[in-house]
């Protein structure tokens, strides 16, 4: 799976409890949609595939008021990537909160298992008024 992992000391350590988060993976061609949920992290992807021809992943994330301290954080998702099982293309939508009123000012987009090999992560913020 990609995850999400939010910091509050500047990605010193990343937060791995308090997650409340469902993803809904809608196979492209055929299947059944599978639900997953997750306390650890925020999920981009279930059963992200490991073969060349099935290795992309393209979506978003959208984390709202990362930097206020009095609300939990509110996460949404969608993209269409990879499983590792047949269909071999979903699309994922999703959504769920940080269970913290913290300010968050790191993020880490990981694989929950070995790594990623290539791309890009592309931050993009709006600044208060």
Known sequence: EIQLLVSTDGGMTYQ?????????????????????????????????????????????IRMFNPGDSTLNKVFTMAGTGPNSTSPAYFSYIGGGIWNSASAVNAFRVIASTGKLQTGAVRCYGVAKA
Not at 32 to 47: C, D, E, L
């Open 16 to 60: 791995t409890t308090n997650y409340l988060t469902n993803l809904i993976a809608i196979p492209v061609a055929g299947g059944s949609n599978v639900s997953v949920t997750s306390t650890t992290a925020m999920w981009f992807t279930n059963n992200f595939g490991t073969g060349a021809t099935r290795a992309t992943y393209s979506g978003s």
